[in-house]
């Protein structure tokens, strides 16, 4: 596609289940990022994908957050037992090998009610 | 990771100069970027500069690099209100894994 696509652009869930976000990447792109970012804060990182390398998970806030990605193409990250804070906007990130611009989706607004 | 820091807000008249800082803590950081988010937005990359530089323009921006004090500017030459939009910096750490670290956004306002 011609940009970072993302769906839902918004989604209300209810405290405890479970919600998946989608991302389709730039297409050829072989990183893929995805952040959090809270209302008034800064983003924060949740997970890198590199082509075919393991994943760098080292942003997931706990074991309820998970992420997968086919290949080099569409990721879903997935929240268990969502709860309140994990409100925010997700938004997710690719970028081309060699290169260091990471081009951005607009976001999914997590609201947990 | 280390932290970058920014000043939340800044607000200026239409036409002035906004310089919008960020200070970040890892003198080992490869690039350093500004990011633009408008209301609703993703982030869009504005400009980045390489550390072995000092300064680098484009067009109606400047960015200004003190390795020395870990600090980085964003000039905005004659602001207009369509510059109003929160600014991130951030940085990238050597070792391969090109993980942009964000600061939390300077939200530029301007004022006609």
């Known amino acids: 596609g011609a940009g970072v696509s993302q769906s839902p652009s918004n989604k209300v869930t209810e405290k405890g289940k479970d919600v998946e976000l989608r991302c389709d990447p730039i297409s050829g792109h072989t990183a893929l990022y995805w952040y959090r970012q809270r209302l008034g804060q800064g983003l924060e990182f949740l997970i890198y994908?590199?082509?075919?390398?393991?994943?760098?998970k080292s942003g997931l806030p706990s074991d309820r957050f998970s992420a997968e990605r086919t290949g080099e193409s569409v990721s879903t990250l997935t929240i268990q037992r969502t709860q309140q804070e994990d409100s925010a906007v997700y938004l997710c990130?690719?970028?081309?090998?060699?290169?260091?611009?990471?081009?951005f989706g607009q976001g999914t607004r997590l609201t947990v009610v | 990771g280390e932290d970058v820091e920014q000043s939340l807000f800044l607000s200026v008249r239409e036409g002035d100069s906004s310089v919008i800082n960020c200070t970040y803590t890892d003198s080992s950081s490869t690039y350093l970027y500004w990011y633009k988010q408008e209301p609703g937005a993703g982030l869009q990359l504005l400009t980045y500069?390489?550390?072995?530089?000092d300064m680098k323009q484009d067009q109606r921006l400047t960015v200004l690099l003190n390795k020395k004090d870990k600090h980085l500017s964003l000039r905005i030459a004659d602001t207009q209100t369509g510059d109003s939009a929160i600014y991130f910096c951030a940085e990238i750490l050597p070792g391969g894994s090109y993980i942009p670290t964000f600061g939390r956004g300077t939200s530029l306002i301007v004022h006609p």
């Open positions: 994908f590199q082509g075919n390398s393991a994943p760098d």
């Open positions: 990130a690719s970028s081309d090998r060699g290169t260091t611009e990471a081009f």
């Open positions: 500069i390489f550390s072995n530089m």
